[in-house]
């Protein structure tokens, strides 16, 4: 089983930064990848941006170049710092765990760019 919780989501202004964080409570090098997903009002759930176990990263086309995904291995905990944040990145973001056959969800942090 793996318990993932996120935080760090708030109100921040079109241009603005902001960095979520999902930390894990088992060791990120058992987790074969981690990801961060968003879901806006009425839309499905979209993939973000992953990381693996070795540290490869991989970002969608619509956040390339203004989102990154990091991790700190000593404190269990992924983070996605969003630069240049635009109203349509505003969502509910959530962290994603692939352990063994399983994948688990946090709950979700949310994310909300307006002026």
């Known amino acids: 089983q793996v318990q993932l919780v996120e935080s760090g989501g708030g109100l921040v202004q079109p241009g603005g930064s902001l960095r979520v964080s999902c930390t894990v409570s088992?060791?990120?090098?058992?987790?074969?990848?981690m990801g961060w997903y968003r879901q806006a009002p009425g839309k499905q759930r979209e993939w973000v941006a992953s990381?693996?176990?070795?540290?490869?990263?991989s970002y969608a086309d619509s956040v390339k170049g203004r989102f990154t995904i990091s991790r700190d291995t000593a404190k269990n905990t992924v983070y996605l710092q969003m630069n240049s944040l635009k109203s349509e990145d505003t969502a509910v973001y959530s962290c994603?765990?692939?352990?063994?056959?399983?994948?688990?969800w946090g709950q979700g942090t949310q994310v909300t760019v307006s002026s």
């Open positions: 994603n765990a692939m352990y063994g056959y399983g994948r688990y």
């Open positions: 088992r060791s990120i090098f058992d987790i074969n990848s």
């Open positions: 990381i693996t176990s070795v540290g490869s990263t």
